[in-house]
């Protein structure tokens, strides 16, 4: 792979930046696996500009691999202002967005892509997954805009670009963003063998560690969990995304929602997001065995749980099941939603 012929202070700084993340690790009594040493020295050198043929990163490998605190440390090491830190939703939601508001107008997805970039130099896009057919095939082009922009991409996945929307209906859709990815990145696989999460080295998340699955998620729990019952007179329709959103009720800092309202009818990932802005916490009732229920009704679910995890706001189940009985099959990105499901306390009370 060619290198930029660095001087003193490149290296000095890739140098710098590469010994960060062992003090980070150090700081929470581990130490870089292998795989996580490959990715460091990767990140390092984004960072610090040495590397011109690939002017990204992407992360890949399983749940708990340290793949997003990889890429947070680095950005925890640039200077102020020159870094976008975005969970690929929200980024493709921007987009979305920022085109739409120059509906009728020349170049609208120039000007959301400037929106989205700002005075960056340096964007962790954060689970690119790329569920969404449309989102795909946007981001691909998002993608392609950045090195034009002097922008260095660090992007993290479970998934391998090829893994990307694997399904056979959809799977050509993402070919353009596969190609991007390999044109603009570096792609690393992050696959140790220790889930680094489940040993309390994710990171701190004080909002989503606060949560809860309560089953069967009485009102005795719910008051446990310093939350009240919504009364019936608490219904509510909310507006959310421009369109109304049946809730339980609105109680202090708290939305409560049902499973059916939420998931079960035909709301966004935007939905979720918006959600996350106005509240700190989501109470979300009535959760069944998501195999009992279709496709895309497990797919909101995942998405409020991804959209929750990464904006750190407190989410509360009530359920009948237990999580591990409501994960139970035919669950996309089963791995990663017990991974930060498992954070949640369970209060399950004998029956």
């Known amino acids: 792979m060619a290198q930029r012929t660095a001087g003193r202070g ?3 700084r890739r140098d710098q930046l590469r010994g960060a993340f062992d003090a980070a690790a150090a700081a929470m009594g581990s130490h870089l696996d292998p795989e996580q040493r490959t990715a460091a020295d990767r990140l390092a050198d984004l960072g610090a ?4 043929s690939t002017p990204g990163v992407y992360l890949h490998g399983p749940v708990g691999r340290g793949k997003t605190w990889l890429a947070d440390v680095l950005l925890s090491q640039l200077p102020e202002g020159t870094s976008t830190r975005l969970h690929a939703y929200d980024a493709a939601r921007q987009l979305h967005r920022g085109i739409a508001r120059r509906s009728g ?5 120039e000007a959301a892509i400037d929106d989205v970039v700002g005075g960056a130099t340096v ?3 954060d689970e690119l997954h790329a569920h969404d057919p449309g989102d795909a095939m946007l981001l691909s082009r998002f993608l392609r805009a950045l090195p034009p922009r002097g922008v260095r991409l660090v992007a993290t996945s479970n998934f391998a670009p090829e893994g990307l929307l694997p399904g056979p209906q959809h799977h050509h859709l ?3 963003l596969i190609s991007a990815l390999r044109e603009t990145c570096a792609v690393v696989e992050v696959a140790g063998p220790v889930d680094h999460r489940a040993l309390g080295h994710g990171g701190a998340r004080p909002g989503w560690s606060s949560g809860a699955w309560l089953g069967p998620g009485s009102a005795a729990q719910l008051a446990a969990a310093g939350l009240a019952e919504p009364a019936p007179g608490d219904r509510v329709v909310l507006q959310v995304g421009g369109r109304p959103l049946r809730a339980l009720g609105v109680v202090g800092e708290a939305v409560h929602l049902h499973f059916d309202d939420l998931c079960g009818a035909p709301t966004s990932t935007g939905d979720a997001l918006e959600l996350s802005e106005r509240f700190r916490t989501l109470v979300l009732a009535g959760v069944p ?3 009992s229920v279709g496709e895309q009704a497990r797919r909101r679910f995942a ?3 991804d959209v929750c995890w990464d904006r750190d706001v407190r989410l509360v189940v009530r ?3 237990a999580a591990e009985e409501a994960l139970d099959a035919g669950v996309r990105d089963r791995e990663r939603l017990v991974s930060r499901l498992s954070l949640l306390r369970a209060d399950a009370p004998a029956r």
């Open 49 to 52: 500009g040495l590397d011109d």
């Open 10 to 12: 490149g290296q000095h």
């Open 174 to 176: 993402v070919l353009p």
């Open 105 to 109: 107008g020349r170049g609208g997805l």
């Open 123 to 125: 964007l962790l896009l």
């Open 303 to 305: 998405d409020l749980v």
């Open 289 to 291: 065995a998501l195999s």
């Open 319 to 321: 359920s009948a099941v």
